[in-house]
């Protein structure tokens, strides 16, 4: 069986992918809405190949800075600090991946994209911590005699 801080880890990197994805729609909607001097589009494909990237990016780089091990402990100031290191190299292997596959991005697009996963990453992850802690004090808070008793006469 999984440990419970693996169990963390695993939950805070799908947590970072269900945020990316997130971040990544709304910073294409929004790009695609305003009328800016080009016209943004992407095929179903390319949008697809970006955003499999991007999201391995991004939980790439949060094991690659251990930033899951720390979540549930970890003071404000190190959150914030982790999250832009995490945005900023998820933006930067974007344009690095854009440019090697040839694709022209809007380079609003990827900064919209950053700026949206860190501010959605920075909410979720003040509030996890405190979450987290609730939940392992509720799970071991101490069992009442009522309860034990009751579990034991389960059991045979």
Known sequence: MFSRQRKARVLFG?????????????AYELRAVLHLEHAFYLTFERKALVMGFSLLAWVTIGIWLEIYEKLDSAHPAVILRDTTRQCAYGALGLV??????????????????????WILLVIFRMTAGRVVGVIRREFAAPRSEEHTSELQSLRH
Request: glycine share 0%; aromatic share 22%; no cysteine.
């Open 14 to 26: 799908l947590s970072d992918l269900f945020l990316a994805t997130l971040a990544f729609e709304i």
């Open 96 to 117: 690095v991946f854009e440019y090697l596959i040839r694709l022209d991005l809007s380079r609003f697009f990827v900064m919209l994209f950053a700026i949206f996963a």
